[in-house]
């Protein structure tokens, strides 16, 4: 099971930080991948951090978002400063089945899902 937390209202320029905690399985041996759905709008990958913490962002994201993890307490942290407007979505935690220091976007690579954490920015 994945759980999200940490969404909320935050105004333009303000800052978040959503935790994605497992339990169940291992995310040591994991990539964990942070998507995000605004309404009407295709869901789209944000960050990814792998088990050997290869990371990469979205270009939209790059030099705002910073995804870690801590496997100790089996969580995944997205901290999200300078936040826009733009970043308002419903945000995500994904994990694969499969172990291995893999580090991608690509949503067919994922097989567990959280029902998310939503992020709303406004003034």
């Not at 733009?86 to 995500?92: F, G, H, I, Q, V």
Request: aromatic share 10%.
């Amino acid at each position: 099971e994945l759980v999200e937390s940490g969404g909320g209202l935050v105004q333009p320029g303000g800052s978040l930080r959503l935790s994605c905690t497992f339990s169940g399985f291992s995310l040591e041996d994991r990539a964990v991948g942070w998507f995000r759905q605004a309404p009407g709008k295709e869901r789209e990958g944000v960050s990814c951090i792998s088990s050997d913490d290869s990371i990469i962002y979205a270009d939209a994201v790059k030099g705002r978002f910073t995804i870690s993890r801590d496997n100790a307490k089996n969580t995944v942290y997205l901290q999200m400063n300078n936040l826009k407007p733009e970043d308002t979505a419903l945000y995500s935690c994904a994990a694969p089945r499969r172990t291995g220091a893999v580090v991608t976007l690509a949503e067919w690579e994922y097989d567990f899902w959280g029902e998310g954490t939503q992020v709303t920015v406004s003034s």
